[in-house]
């Protein structure tokens, strides 16, 4: 509907140029058209004439006036009036709702997508644990957040590249295998000679004993096996590694969760990646050199001071191998590259963003984006849940999903803006009451389901959807009228989520919907005898259950057609 408006006040603009009111060269600002917050001032409003004023040299009610003169006729409006110092303001014709829920069940799965994409490349990553250790309830807030933001781009026609970086070098990795040996030579978390900084966690011991049995551990394709050796701590970092991956990706698909790239920090090593990114960051004269150390001049590029890149004992800092592997998305062709990531890293974004540009490769400013989460509290039964039996210190993502199950959990961990803190209420989520979201919107989609299997136990014939929607002018109440412009927002709802990267105004949304639905259900009775209005009224329950679909598709949750 939006999109229609916009292309009728666009309509106007070129009459209005035509007719030398504006002038010819204009250069067209960037006007909206935005529903309206309360029904009295129409459906929706522009305020196009506000910002045309000045080039027309007029004042702006003058020239909405022109504005609406020169708008084309359209069954989509049923009027439109000028409000305040220049607002236009949109009222539908109810036929619009009603072709909005033809367009429903048209369009079926398709409904609410889009092309804006273009089949554009964009890359996701999203995750990317240490493997260390089981998922905790932070990295499920960021598989939730990255899973989602994929669907939306791929919803509205981005193709999507799901991505997972390891980073398997480094300190940590150090501390993993250090602390499996110990374990494998038979010491525990407090035991003389237990590494100072080792993993406590229960799953260690887990490790050590398969390594010590020779099991075999198999990641995309490569088999590790345990050499049973406790004093080999090369093989004993291999097999530690290769064993938590798998636990992962286990975590992930019990989670639903896929990824089509694994990218190994260790790679950038061993391709000689990190060498040839530090070689063109020289090469380009962004760097210089004191004390000993390899800086990069990342105040040129807005950093708050210059960086170092590689230190006097000739290791590199942390953010030289981000950059590196920043680099290579651009290189393998992502337009454009999301990174999910805790907000515990806000403070390497701007370094990262300041190497790219030193590259002088190409690479856009702002690229790649951000999209931080907060952290989650976990409570149950009023007190906070601090850590899990298996990882020792901190709440598992299997944890969760064993407790409130998959849906409840992806749907608790997308519900608000990433940028805010979480908390995650395990009895709340496990409840089939109408205070849980989730089960209020999985119970509307199963609602619809049963009317129509109550439709057939009566002996009635099925809907017929194409009569039902021919008769959708017999729904005039407050209920009907609600719920047909709820379902008219979805759309706009879809592209806003994707347009700023909030997949929780999905969520939000559907909440929304399926309130709407609710309401209508207890005020009206959907199977009647008068025929024709059964079908109408059936009919946009039907539509309502589509969008619910649709839109739990795009959280990655089901629709149940029983509860």
């Excluded at 907060?374 to 598992?396: C, D, F, L, N, P």
Aim: aromatic letters at 8%; proline letters at 4%; one cysteine or more.
């Amino acid at each position: 509907m939006k999109e229609q408006l916009r292309d009728l006040v666009l309509a106007a603009i070129r009459t209005l140029q035509q007719d030398a009111v504006l002038p010819a060269d204009l250069d067209l600002p960037g006007f909206v058209v935005e529903r309206a917050r309360s029904r009295e001032h129409g459906d929706f409003a522009t305020n196009a004439a506000m910002l045309l004023a000045k080039p027309a040299r007029a004042k702006p009610r003058e020239l909405a006036e022109k504005l609406v003169a020169a708008l084309p006729a359209n069954a989509l409006v049923e009027r439109v009036e000028i409000a305040g110092p220049g607002f236009v303001n949109f009222f539908l014709a109810p036929g619009a709702y009603h072709a909005e829920v033809q367009r429903i069940l048209d369009q079926g799965d398709g409904y609410g997508r889009n092309a804006s994409g273009g089949g554009r490349t964009a890359g996701v990553e999203f995750v990317s644990a240490n493997p260390t250790g089981p998922l905790h309830v932070g990295h499920g807030r960021a598989a939730a957040i990255g899973d989602c933001l994929s669907r939306l781009l791929a919803a509205t026609g981005w193709n999507v590249k799901r991505e997972f970086y390891y980073n398997d070098a480094g300190v940590q990795i150090h501390n993993l295998a250090v602390s499996t040996q110990a374990r494998a030579r038979g010491l525990a978390p407090g035991d003389a000679g237990w590494p100072e900084d080792g993993y406590r966690g229960d799953y260690i011991a887990d490790v050590a004993k398969a390594y010590l049995a020779g099991d075999s551990v198999e990641v995309e394709g490569h088999v590790v096996t345990g050499a049973r050796d406790p004093d080999d701590l090369e093989a004993i970092r291999q097999f530690a590694v290769a064993y938590l991956r798998r636990e992962q990706d286990l975590d992930l698909k019990a989670f639903g969760v896929a990824f089509d790239v694994y990218f190994l920090e260790s790679s950038l090593y061993s391709s000689g990646k990190v060498e040839e990114t530090v070689r063109e960051l020289v090469a380009h004269g962004h760097t210089y050199e004191e004390g000993g150390a390899l800086w990069l001049r990342t105040t040129d590029f807005g950093d708050d001071k210059d960086r170092v890149m590689r230190k006097s004992d000739g290791s590199y800092t942390y953010f030289v191998p981000d950059v590196a592997y920043h680099r290579s998305k651009w290189l393998r062709g992502y337009e454009r590259a999301i990174t999910e990531l805790g907000s515990d890293h806000h403070g390497s974004l701007a370094r990262v963003r300041a190497g790219l540009q030193a590259l002088d490769c190409g690479i856009p400013k702002g690229w790649p984006e951000y999209v931080l989460h907060q952290m989650v509290t976990v409570m149950r039964g009023g007190e906070e849940v601090k850590i899990s039996k298996r990882a020792g210190s901190y709440v598992t993502l299997r944890d969760l999903i064993d407790e409130a199950g998959r849906d409840a959990t992806r749907y608790f961990l997308i519900a608000r803006k990433a940028d805010s803190q979480l908390v995650f209420d395990i009895d709340l989520a496990r409840s089939q009451s109408n205070d849980n979201p989730v089960y209020y919107i999985q119970y509307a989609h199963a609602r619809v389901c049963r009317v129509l299997e109550e439709l057939a136990e009566r002996g009635l014939p099925p809907v017929d959807l194409q009569a039902g929607a021919a008769r959708l002018a017999r729904l005039d109440s407050a209920h009907e009228q609600a719920l047909l412009t709820e379902l008219s927002r979805y759309p706009e709802v879809v592209e806003a989520a994707a347009a700023n990267l909030e997949p929780h105004l999905i969520a939000q949304y559907l909440r929304e919907l399926a309130g709407a639905l609710h309401s209508y259900y207890h005020e009206h009775k959907w199977i009647v005898d008068d025929a024709g209005l059964r079908d109408a009224r059936v009919t946009l329950a039907v539509a309502t259950r589509q969008v619910i679909r649709n839109g739990l598709d795009l959280l990655g949750l089901s629709a149940p057609e029983k509860m």
